[in-house]
C-alpha cells in the first residue's frame, strides 16, 4: 500500500529515472551470471570488458556484484578456465590502470593475490 502512494508521488521524471537504475540493475546481473555460469560462450571477452569496466562504478551495488563475479572466476579450479582467466586477469590490469584506484573495492586486491593460475609454456 505504501509503495503505491510513495509511487504516485513520483514525477515521470523520477519514475524514468527508477526504472533506468533498475534496468541497469538487472542487465549487469545477467552479464555477470552470464560470465560465471557460461564462461565458454562465444562473446565472454565482451562482456568481460564490459563487466571490469564497471569494477570502479560510483554505484555500490553494481561495484560489489561485479567485484563478486571478477573473484569467483579467479577462484574457481576447473582447468579448463586457465586462459580465460588469464583474460581476466589482463583485463583487470588495463582498467586497474586505467582508473583511479581510490574507486575500486579493496577486496579485489585480495582475490588477485590469492588466485592460483598456472600457465603452462
Known amino acids: 500500500m505504501f509503495s503505491k502512494i510513495k509511487t504516485a508521488r513520483l514525477t515521470k521524471d523520477e519514475r524514468a529515472v527508477s526504472n533506468y537504475d533498475r534496468l541497469k540493475l538487472l542487465s549487469m546481473q545477467s552479464f555477470c551470471s552470464l ?3 557460461h ?3 562465444n562473446y565472454r571477452l565482451n562482456i568481460l570488458q564490459i563487466v571490469a569496466s564497471k569494477l570502479p562504478y560510483g ?9 563478486q563475479t571478477v573473484k569467483n572466476i579467479l577462484k574457481s579450479d576447473d582447468n579448463n578456465l586457465l586462459e580465460f582467466k ?8 588495463k ?13 579485489l586486491l585480495d582475490s588477485l593475490s590469492l588466485h592460483d593460475i598456472m600457465v603452462d609454456e
Open 35 to 37: 560470465l560465471e555460469r
Open 39 to 41: 564462461p565458454h560462450f
Open 59 to 67: 554505484d555500490l551495488v553494481i561495484r560489489k556484484l561485479c567485484t
Open 86 to 93: 588469464l583474460d581476466v586477469l589482463k583485463e583487470l590490469h
Open 95 to 107: 582498467t586497474i590502470k586505467a582508473k583511479d584506484h581510490g574507486l575500486f573495492e579493496p577486496t
